[in-house]
């Protein structure tokens, strides 16, 4: 006798299959394996109502780009021994910021990827959608482009030269460096520290021995400033696969000794321009004192490796570079 047949359906089908699978212990996983809900660390959720102009100016990066113009200032007034020509100086400081804001903006655009994995760069214009990359990128030549003009046709060719040449390093060497090697920081300085020279460039239409002075101080300064950062985001930094030397080496040791030790250095090199003759006695009393205040909470950081002492460090050093400028004016013509 023919038995009556019928075809598998998928719930048929569904049900083989999960008969076939091995069977799941349905215990609870351990306490110490068990994703809480305070650990749980979500992205911040893109702001999309924030104004266009507002993530443009962003993109720009105005806190660094403002340290970059005042090095330049730096420079210019350190190779301004006698008088400042007020429309040559407003003309360096106007290049200088627009090739900074141009690089910035490169930057973002490169790191827009990477920017999405870091909860303290997930919200910024491009990683959230809010400005597309396209309009980015011309952004970013324009301004880049603007500042380099500048600086050709209304300051001169050597700070036209070392302006391009600040930008070039920065994003095709210390930028790719960040994902390949703990000494980006080290070789990121060169960059960093271009735009005081550049300055003292645009005063003296030279590149003597005053400016490299002042090169050399913002060179180390960078260090300290960056090392501290990077600590404090470290595990943001890890999150997006960048080689930070606190992400290679957790424990900090190395950090927070290389963050004293060239804070150290930072203060015999500040003595520099008046060994070259380039300031006076007033700037070297001003600016021992101003490096023993930075050696401060680099110390403590030494000490203890925490957020709060890295962040003292950051913010001294943010502070540095203005105090810096004051002295050399002081020093000048008070």
Do not use: C
């Not at 047949?5 to 215990?27: G, I």
């Not at 443009?56 to 020509?85: C, H, M, N, Q, R």
């Amino acid at each position: 006798m023919e038995l009556p047949t019928r075809s598998l359906d998928d719930a048929d089908l569904e049900e083989v299959l999960l008969l076939r699978q091995p069977e799941v212990s349905q215990r609870p996983a351990p306490p110490s394996k068990r994703l809480r809900p305070s650990n749980r660390r979500k992205l911040p959720a893109p702001d999309l109502e924030r104004p266009a102009l507002l993530d443009y100016w962003d993109l720009t990066k105005p806190e660094i780009s403002f340290l970059v113009t005042i090095s330049a200032l730096a420079g210019f007034l350190l190779g301004s021994p006698e008088t400042v020509e007020g429309w040559l100086l407003g003309f360096t400081l106007v290049g200088t910021a627009l090739s900074a804001g141009g690089g910035g903006v490169l930057n973002h655009y490169l790191e827009r990827h990477y920017d999405a994995r870091m909860r303290r760069t997930a919200n910024r214009p491009l990683p959230a959608g809010r400005i597309r990359p396209g309009g980015a990128l011309f952004f970013g030549i324009v301004l880049t482009l603007a500042g380099v003009a500048t600086m050709v046709f209304l300051v001169n060719l050597l700070t036209a030269v070392l302006a391009a040449l600040t930008v070039l390093l920065y994003l095709f060497v210390y930028t790719p460096l960040k994902r390949r090697t703990k000494y980006n920081t080290l070789i990121g300085t060169i960059p960093g520290a271009l735009p005081a020279l550049g300055g003292f460039a645009a005063a003296t239409g030279t590149l003597s021995l005053g400016g490299w002075t002042l090169f050399a101080i913002l060179a180390l300064w960078q260090m300290p400033h960056f090392l501290s950062l990077a600590w404090m985001y470290r595990k943001d930094y890890a999150r997006a696969g960048y080689a930070m030397l606190p992400v290679l080496e957790p424990d900090g040791h190395s950090t927070a000794r290389q963050t004293l030790l060239y804070t150290m250095i930072l203060a015999a090199a500040s003595t520099l321009p008046t060994v070259a003759g380039a300031t006076g006695w007033v700037y070297l009393a001003g600016a021992l004192v101003l490096s023993l205040w930075f050696l401060a909470p680099a110390y403590a950081f030494y000490r203890a490796r925490t957020t709060p002492t890295a962040r003292r460090v950051l913010m001294a050093s943010i502070l540095y570079i203005p105090l810096l400028v004051v002295l050399i004016f002081v020093d000048r013509w008070v």
